[in-house]
């Protein structure tokens, strides 16, 4: 079974400091997709970034990218420049694609990120 | 504007009770989820359905049962087998052939045992 790990249960930045949430995962599959979700304390799941595996250049969206290691099944996070509104719950997601269907999302436990003033 | 909805967002079981939750998307989504959340667990996939009719156990379905009669709709039953149901649900959704996209989130429902 397919498996996420977030080994950091909290983390905090200095607003305007770079901070890197880790992830890492199992699995045997080949073709499959990495989520980022961002949980703010209104609980609504919003999607941060996502990476395809089969590509190798590293997603990025503004001030959010990614570190992808395929080899190293690892999937992390960078938030540059933080800000305030950067603190939530960050979860790590996986799935992967067949045919013509798709798996549900795994996640992993989350990361709760704190931002100092 | 399309979304998905779940409700009520406050719920209240009595030990013993049965308790629906309602997921209502308006997405034209193939595939429903519910997941539980736990301080500290993340996400555990309690069911997921992919078409009308059809549904799958997830990794915590004891205790749970869903419908999928319409498209629309996913509704979680929390049965009185449920040990201890007190957490927050959300239903998502996605397309069939949208593994890229992730899914869409309902808002949750709090459910609390009292």
């Known amino acids: 079974a397919q498996t996420v790990t977030q080994s950091q249960p909290e983390m905090s930045v200095q607003e305007a400091e770079t901070v890197t949430l880790s992830c890492t995962y199992d699995t045997s599959e080949s073709d499959y997709y990495l989520f980022w979700y961002k949980q703010p304390p209104s609980r609504q799941m919003i999607l941060v970034i996502r990476?395809?595996?089969?590509k190798q250049q590293n997603a990025t969206e503004n001030r959010f990218s990614v570190n992808f290691q395929k080899a190293a099944k690892s999937f992390s996070l960078k938030i540059s420049d933080s800000q305030l509104g950067d603190a939530a719950m960050y979860f790590c997601a996986y799935r992967f694609s067949w045919g013509s269907g798709n798996t549900p999302l795994v996640f992993g436990k989350g990361t709760r990120l704190s931002v100092i003033a | 504007d399309g979304g998905i909805t779940q409700s009520p967002k406050y719920l209240f079981r009595k030990e013993g009770q049965n308790v629906t939750l309602s997921c209502e998307q308006n997405l034209n989504h193939d595939a429903m989820y519910w997941y539980r959340q736990d301080p500290g667990q993340g996400l555990r996939l309690i069911y997921y359905?992919?078409?009308?009719?059809?549904?799958q156990k997830g990794d915590i379905a004891e205790g749970y049962s869903v419908s999928r009669e319409k498209k629309e709709s996913f509704p979680l039953t929390v049965t009185s087998a449920q040990k201890n149901p007190t957490a927050f649900y959300l239903c998502a959704s996605s397309i069939k052939q949208g593994a890229a996209r992730g899914y869409t989130f309902g808002s949750g429902t709090r459910l609390t045992v009292v």
């Open positions: 990476q395809e595996a089969y």
């Open positions: 359905s992919q078409i009308v009719n059809d549904f």
